[in-house]
């Protein structure tokens, strides 16, 4: 996939041989467009903002092929399969990474990551020190050394957050990925306030109306989730992750009223 790349496992690295992107138009004309390292290293910052998470690994991916050596791609890529849930590739790739690069602190910290949504506590927390080692002050670092310790259930994680969201800026962009934490630890209304927390400026991006459709619906305040997810829409009516919400709010809506006639059928 990427030249200086290690080979990827044939199971649990099957996805990084489908990387693709669209299909290329022919005989149309564009204005050209420089597709270097920093071309493909915004788009994937700007996809990682939006919450498009495969476009944004497509994107460290590309990074990667203009420059091997380039270590926040190595750290984009592990960070993405742990946004899309693949806890145990984010393991394998950030120890391809590490092979490579052992004292990179945002690499040990998103393994950190990967080990503490896996359940291997203690290993977690030895990679999360390492990275601190390792000039530990950016807003990644302690947001995954806040992640170890919410798997750990110690009461620090709030004090890793909320420094996190300091060396972050304060902005909306680091309290929506805490909130993420929080909802995958199932800490709901944490994971709500913090996104709530943030400064202005939130609400033009789909990914915050998206979160907060996500809390919305767990804490059971689901005309709430269904207005988050129409902003969402009416900011981008591509966007998947909230094209997935709303039909899986459908089909709880569905499911609702066909119980309800179940009920009054049977118990009337």
Same mark, same amino acid.
């Given at each position: 996939?990427?030249?200086?790349?290690?080979?990827?496992?044939?199971?649990?690295?099957?996805?990084?041989?489908?990387?693709?992107?669209?299909?290329?138009?022919?005989?149309?004309?564009?204005?050209?467009?420089?597709?270097?390292?920093?071309? =493909? %290293?915004?788009?994937?910052?700007?996809?990682?903002?939006?919450?498009?998470?495969?476009?944004?690994? +497509?994107?460290?991916?590309?990074?990667?092929?203009?420059?091997?050596?380039?270590?926040?791609?190595?750290? &984009?890529?592990?960070?993405?399969?742990? !946004?899309?849930?693949?806890?145990?590739?984010?393991?394998? $790739?950030?120890?391809?990474?590490?092979?490579?690069?052992?004292?990179?602190?945002?690499?040990?910290?998103?393994?950190?990551?990967?080990?503490? +949504?896996? &359940?291997?506590?203690?290993?977690?927390?030895?990679?999360?020190?390492?990275?601190? !080692?390792?000039?530990?002050?950016?807003?990644?670092? $302690?947001?995954?050394?806040?992640?170890? %310790?919410?798997?750990?259930?110690?009461?620090?994680?709030?004090?890793?957050?909320?420094?996190?969201?300091?060396?972050?800026g304060g902005g909306w962009f680091i309290r929506w990925l805490i909130s993420r934490t929080y909802l995958f630890y199932r800490k709901?209304?944490?994971?709500?306030?913090?996104?709530?927390?943030?400064?202005?400026? =939130?609400?033009?991006?789909?990914?915050?109306?998206?979160?907060?459709? %996500?809390?919305?619906?767990?804490?059971?305040?689901? !005309?709430?989730?269904? =207005?988050?997810?129409?902003?969402?829409?009416?900011?981008?009516? +591509? =966007?998947?992750?909230?094209?997935?919400?709303?039909?899986?709010?459908?089909?709880?809506? $569905? $499911?609702?009223?066909?119980?309800?006639? %179940?009920?009054?059928?049977?118990? +009337?």
């Amino acid at each position: 996939m990427m030249p200086a790349s290690p080979e990827p496992n044939e199971d649990s690295m099957s996805r990084f041989g489908n990387l693709e992107f669209g299909p290329r138009q022919e005989g149309v004309v564009t204005p050209e467009v420089v597709t270097d390292e920093a071309f =493909h %290293l915004r788009e994937a910052a700007t996809a990682y903002e939006a919450g498009d998470f495969e476009r944004a690994l +497509r994107a460290f991916s590309r990074v990667l092929e203009h420059n091997a050596r380039n270590t926040a791609a190595w750290a &984009g890529q592990v960070k993405m399969l742990i !946004e899309l849930g693949e806890l145990r590739e984010a393991r394998l $790739w950030a120890d391809k990474a590490l092979e490579q690069f052992p004292k990179e602190p945002e690499l040990l910290a998103a393994k950190a990551i990967a080990l503490a +949504r896996l &359940g291997e506590v203690d290993s977690a927390l030895a990679f999360s020190d390492a990275a601190i !080692e390792e000039r530990g002050e950016s807003a990644y670092i $302690w947001l995954a050394r806040g992640d170890v %310790l919410l798997a750990r259930a110690e009461p620090a994680a709030a004090f890793c957050f909320e420094r996190a969201t300091i060396l972050g800026g304060g902005g909306w962009f680091i309290r929506w990925l805490i909130s993420r934490t929080y909802l995958f630890y199932r800490k709901f209304s944490l994971a709500l306030k913090t996104l709530l927390s943030g400064q202005a400026g =939130h609400d033009i991006s789909p990914a915050f109306w998206v979160q907060a459709g %996500l809390c919305y619906s767990e804490l059971g305040r689901h !005309e709430l989730a269904r =207005h988050a997810i129409a902003q969402a829409l009416e900011l981008d009516p +591509r =966007h998947a992750a909230a094209n997935a919400l709303e039909n899986r709010m459908e089909r709880h809506d $569905w $499911w609702h009223w066909l119980r309800g006639h %179940l009920r009054r059928f049977f118990f +009337r």
